[in-house]
């Protein structure tokens, strides 16, 4: 396929003063054909509002796109129509990050907290996992979650077999 999804964080707010990013669609132009006939390289699709402050993170997964933002909420679209499917009301606090292993999504706040989210059951939260500290990043790997908090420290969790408890502090 000669289309990629280039998705771009605006600063721009839409009219109730909400922020908005847009998506764009990049199509495969011959550059000598583009240059001729004036047309830009990138083609605005659709904005996508619903988040009040900027964006931390963006993830597609199973062709949803999770939006995490300051505002304490993480936003669920539809990638096809554009349109928002749900809104969670995660944290109070700015959602940093999201990560996805298998039927779940893991949301991590600026208080240290981890939500684990049901993607198979409308979004439904079934735990929340203390990381003790602002978490600034986050992945996982084989089931293994791994979250990097301000003071410097790495908490890692199991998540396999819907286990999730703390395996250690590094």
Same mark, same amino acid.
């Given at each position: 396929?000669?289309?990629?999804? %280039? ?7 839409? @009219?109730?003063?909400? !922020? ?16 001729? +006939?004036?047309?830009?390289?990138? %083609?605005?699709?659709?904005?996508? &509002?619903?988040?009040?402050? %900027? +964006?931390?993170? $963006? ?5 949803? +796109? /999770? ?14 129509? #554009?349109?928002? &499917?749900?809104?969670? *009301? ?11 292993? $298998?039927?779940? $999504?893991?949301?991590? #706040? ?7 989210? !049901?993607?198979?059951?409308? /979004? ?8 003790? @500290?602002? %978490?600034?990043?986050? &992945? &996982? *790997? ?8 301000? !003071? ?14 703390? +395996?250690?502090?590094?």
């Amino acid at each position: 396929d000669l289309r990629s999804e %280039i998705i771009s964080e605006t600063d721009d707010r839409d @009219a109730e003063g909400g !922020s908005k990013f847009d998506v764009f669609d990049s199509a495969w132009l011959c550059e000598m054909f583009a240059d001729l +006939l004036g047309v830009p390289p990138y %083609i605005l699709m659709t904005s996508l &509002i619903g988040h009040s402050e %900027i +964006l931390f993170t $963006m993830k597609v997964y199973e062709e949803r +796109l /999770y939006s995490s933002s300051f505002d304490g909420t993480i936003k669920v679209w539809n990638c096809k129509h #554009g349109n928002l &499917i749900k809104s969670l *009301e995660s944290f109070g606090l700015p959602v940093r990050f999201i990560v996805f292993y $298998m039927d779940y $999504m893991y949301s991590c #706040g600026y208080d240290g907290s981890i939500k684990v989210w !049901s993607l198979t059951d409308d /979004y439904t939260l079934i735990k929340t996992l203390n990381g003790n @500290a602002s %978490i600034f990043s986050a &992945i &996982i *790997e084989n089931g293994i979650l791994y979250t990097g908090t301000v !003071s410097g420290v790495v908490n890692v969790f199991d998540c396999r077999d819907n286990n999730w408890r703390k +395996l250690k502090t590094l």
